[in-house]
Structures are given as C-alpha cells and as structure tokens.
C-alpha cells in the first residue's frame, strides 16, 4: 500500500518538468564503459543482422520492418530485445558490418514509437537498457560521427532519467538493487556527474546492506539472485578501480559474502538447487563467476541467516531448505518447500525440486511455488505458505506475495557414530491442522547412503482437523526409476550406470508421474516418488536412499539393514 501510494504521488507531482529535475547536469561525453561478463556469442550477429532475433525461447523475423514495431510473441521475449543485453553479440563479432548494425538498431530504438512502451519503462528492464548502453558504447559510437555521438548521449540522459523515476516506485528485491547498480554506473561513466557518485553510491550501499544477509545470502532466498546481482557488481567494483575511486565497503563486503554461496548451492553437475524460483542454472554466467572466486574452497555447512543446510560425503551432496519463507515485500517468487530438499550423486542428480521455468513462468507459477512441487510433506494437499490470490491484489502488489507460512523453523546437526545426522521442523501447518513436520536425515560417512524420517507431530492442545499427508521425492528426469515388486521400494539407475535403492519397509511407495520444470530446453516429464499416509495410524514415516556396490539384487537384500536414527 505504501508502494500504490508513492506511485499516485509521483505521477500527480507531474511530467516532465518534475523528470527535468531528476537528473540536474550535462551528459556530453562519455568517460568509460563498464565490462559486460555476460556470455557473447559472435554467431548470433549473424542472425540479428538477417532480422531474426531470438530470445526467450520465441523467434521474431523482421522481414525489412523495424524490430520495435513488431507485436512481442512474449512479455520474457519483449524484456530481451528491450533490455539491450543482444548487443554484446553484436561486439563479440567485430566488423564493420556488425558495427554498423547496432547503430542502424539503436537509432531506430531512439526515433521509435515503441520506446514508450510499458515493458520498456519497467524499472528492471529499464536498468538492464541503460546498463548495456554503457557498456556496449565503444561498439555503437566506435565508427560514429560527432551527430550521431551526441544524439546517443541526449538518449541515455532519457533514459536516466526515466530509470530515475523508476526509483519512486519499484518492487523491491532484485529490480530495486538493478536500478540502484545502473544510477552507480551512470555516475562514474558519464561526465559532469561527479556530485552524484557520492549519493549513488550511499544508496546502494545501504541497499546491499539491507539485502544481502551477513551469510552472503539474499533476502529473497533465491539461489539465482547471487548470480543476476553478481554479473553487476564484479564489473561495478573494476569501474570504481578504473576511476581511481576506492569502491563502497558495502559493495567489497557483499561480494566477499556472496561469492561462497556460489560454490553452497552448486550440485555435482554444476546446477544450483532449485528452491524459491530458481530455474535452469546459466552455466556460462556461473563458470564466469567462479573464475572470480579466489577462495576457492569447499562449499559451506550451512548458511544460518538464508536458511540452507548442506550435507556433503563422499560423492553424496543434500542440500536441504532450512528457513522460513522471506519477507512479503520479496516474497513474489517464494515457494512453500520448507524442508524440501535435493540430493546428487556425482555428477549424477537424483533428487530435487520441481524448479520454475526459464521462460513462461506465469503458466506454471502455481503449481512451482505449492509444496506438492517440492521434495518433502505435503499435508492434506496443502502447501505450508498461503500466497495472495485475488486478481485485484496481485496487480496492485505486482505479484502474488506470501501472506502467511512458517513462522518458527529450528534445525540443528551434529556427528554422530553413523554418519552426519541434521534434524529439523517447521510450524507451517499449526494454525490450520495442529501438527507440526519433523524430518531427519542422515548421510553415511561414504556417501553411499542417506536414511530420512519424517515425523507428524500435535500440536500441544490443538485439535488435529485432517490426518492425511503424503511424501514426496521428485526425480531429475535423467533418473530411470523402477518399483521393485514387494510395493516398498524403487531402484533407480543414473545416467553414469550407478544404481541407487529408494526403500521404505513399512510404507507402500508408489510411482507417479512429475515434471521438471527448470530444464534448459523447457518442462520435461519425469517421476517422483509419493508415500501416503495417515497421521493417526501412522505419524512416522522411514526411508532412505542405498547406492548398490555390485547388482540391483544385492542392494534390494541388504537394503532392509537400515541404521537407527538418534530421536
């Protein structure tokens, strides 16, 4: 509400007399451009010089129109093409040619109609533009003359100015903290700016501070916000060098923080676990990232203030989601998988969430954010966060918000003679049924195998209401899966030929159909693992993951030796 009424109060103090003023000082020349680490293709010059331009998983063929007067086939299509990130393609080839491409496309953008649209003044888009007009400068002025130069710079100063205004009202999070890099790096890359480093900097600072927590996570506990803050912040810091200017403390300690959730999250392939909207891992951007990384060490135990456990032996990693869901104001993304988590062998993964796709998230951002999409319990088909639902609020929140979930998550872990042993629980079904999720896990010395028990447990002096909840282990799609005949099992075989044993000696298992939603090439079917049960007959469920070290049939006769659990 205070967003909403900042907004009617910025757009009643009027047009562009009060823009005028936003951005006081002449922009007549360009100082330095930022290095760009995201990841250029040189062939795809080709193809944007031909009028194909493809982004999103959606292709538009200009066929000799503009670009900009062409209907989007997308909303994720349309942020591309407008952020300008495609030009550094154009750079990555080098010749006059392209040279002269990206000067045709940029002042055709400028004189255009379209740079009025609604996705074009959307302050994260509107960051990424002005971000990539810097650093992608020397490719569009570098064989331009003097009438051009300054018509590119009256442009930029627009689009400061509009990036500006962008500030009154902006969703917090992420785009708040994009905006914030973009007026830093207008600061230090155009002239006669010099007086607003100081309170440029001094709001992202205090922006960095408020939004990276002390263990280097983000507020909105999202894995794929360490990678979209640090592609910005690493050049950031090199422009701050590049002007003799000492860089912010904030800006050094939110790198030296972030950089270890890097290597946290990372499973054996390389992907990051796929919790509170994190999709398919861009490995190029986070092979560049690492390359950053002068640690260089191993991945810690846990992150205490985002709320993430990791577990590691042998080949074996769990990475288990530990903490309440994130403040309402950058919740928007958040998922209900409290205690979900992922397990890999290898470079093998075995177990993990369902994720959110790369593109086309609003057709499946239901489903990815309830709990049934997440490996962990499910009670009475209930997700454990409630999220906005009314059409009205989400346009006036700009998004769906949790409204209520876990409040009290506690975990702990310690070693024990059998292995590594992490006990946890959360409060988010109290309110609505009166039990609380306990789950257990265990990981062998080896890595060889990891033993669970999840438990329901009442609520002292409240009335359970519903009894029925369900478990639930999604596979990664390059799992083949198998229900062994006696219905308490599944084996499971990687894509390295390695044979895993899923057991639960007294629960029926069944196997049932799932999807893979944060694939590369979009959702792909998979299978997970469900085990239904009723909490007054049965508030205990045990299982456990054995890899085999011969055939399918030993494991399956040695897998009913299960260790105890320290309870």
């Not at 959702?523 to 085990?531: G, H, K, L, N, W």
Request: proline content about 7%; some cysteine.
């Amino acid at each position: 509400m205070g967003r909403f009424a900042r907004n009617l109060m910025a757009r009643a103090s009027g047009g562009s007399v009060a823009l005028s003023r936003l951005w006081p000082g002449r922009t007549d020349r360009l100082i330095i451009a930022p290095h760009d680490l995201r990841t250029a293709d040189a062939t795809r010059a080709a193809e944007i010089y031909a009028g194909r331009f493809v982004f999103a998983g959606k292709i538009v063929t200009c066929h000799g129109r503009s670009i900009f007067d062409l209907d989007p086939p997308s909303e994720d299509w349309e942020a591309a093409l407008l952020g300008f990130g495609w030009l550094r393609h154009l750079r990555a080839a080098d010749t006059a040619l392209t040279r002269a491409n990206a000067r045709t496309l940029v002042d055709d953008w400028i004189s255009n109609p379209a740079n009025r649209r609604p996705i074009a003044r959307r302050p994260d888009v509107l960051a990424r533009r002005v971000i990539s007009l810097l650093s992608q400068a020397p490719l569009v002025l570098g064989d331009s003359d003097g009438k051009f130069y300054r018509r590119y710079l009256r442009a930029l100063a627009r689009e400061v100015r509009f990036l500006r205004y962008a500030t009154v009202d902006i969703t917090d999070g992420v785009p708040r903290l994009q905006v914030l890099i973009a007026l830093c790096y207008v600061s230090l890359c155009l002239a006669n700016q010099a007086r607003h480093i100081r309170s440029a900097t001094r709001k992202l600072s205090d922006e960095l501070q408020r939004q990276i927590l002390p263990d280097g996570g983000h507020i909105s506990r999202n894995p794929g916000a360490i990678i979209e803050l640090l592609i910005d912040l690493l050049p950031l810091r090199q422009t701050f060098a590049a002007r003799n200017i000492a860089p912010p403390p904030a800006l050094l300690n939110a790198i030296d923080r972030m950089m270890p959730m890097l290597r946290f999250f990372r499973h054996g392939d390389g992907s990051f676990a796929l919790f509170n909207g994190m999709s398919a891992t861009p490995s190029d951007l986070l092979a560049t990232l690492l390359a950053y990384d002068d640690a260089r060490g191993a991945p810690m135990a846990s992150m205490p203030h985002t709320g993430f456990q990791r577990l590691e032996a042998g080949a074996m990693t769990v990475i288990i989601d530990t903490g309440p869901p994130p403040p309402p104001a950058v919740s928007q993304d958040a998922h209900a998988g409290c205690l979900s988590f992922e397990l890999s062998s290898g470079p093998s993964r075995i177990v993990t969430n369902c994720g959110m796709p790369t593109t086309g998230r609003d057709n499946w951002r239901t489903f990815a954010r309830s709990t049934v999409a997440h490996s962990t319990m499910t009670y009475h088909e209930t997700s454990s966060c409630q999220f906005v639902e009314l059409t009205a609020m989400k346009r006036l929140l700009q998004g769906a918000p949790v409204v209520s979930g876990p409040t009290t998550v506690e975990s702990y872990r310690e070693a024990v003679q059998n292995g590594m042993l992490l006990s946890a629980s959360h409060d988010g079904y109290a309110s609505r049924f009166g039990v609380f999720h306990r789950r257990v896990l265990m990981i062998a010395p080896d890595g060889s195998r990891l033993d669970g028990e999840d438990t329901i447990a009442p609520v002292s002096g409240a009335r359970m209401r519903e009894t029925d909840y369900a478990l639930r282990f999604h596979l990664h799609p390059s799992v083949k899966a198998s229900r062994l005949s006696d219905g308490h099992g599944v084996m499971l075989v990687l894509p390295n030929r390695d044979v895993w044993t899923f057991e639960a000696l007294d629960d029926k298992v069944e196997l049932e159909d799932s999807v893979f939603l944060a694939g590369n090439d979009g959702p792909r079917r998979t299978a997970q693992i469900v085990i239904r049960q009723d909490s007054r007959h049965a508030p205990s469920v045990r299982w456990s993951f054995v890899r085999s070290t011969t055939t399918p049939a030993s494991t399956r006769r040695n897998a009913g030796r299960e260790p105890e659990l320290p309870l």
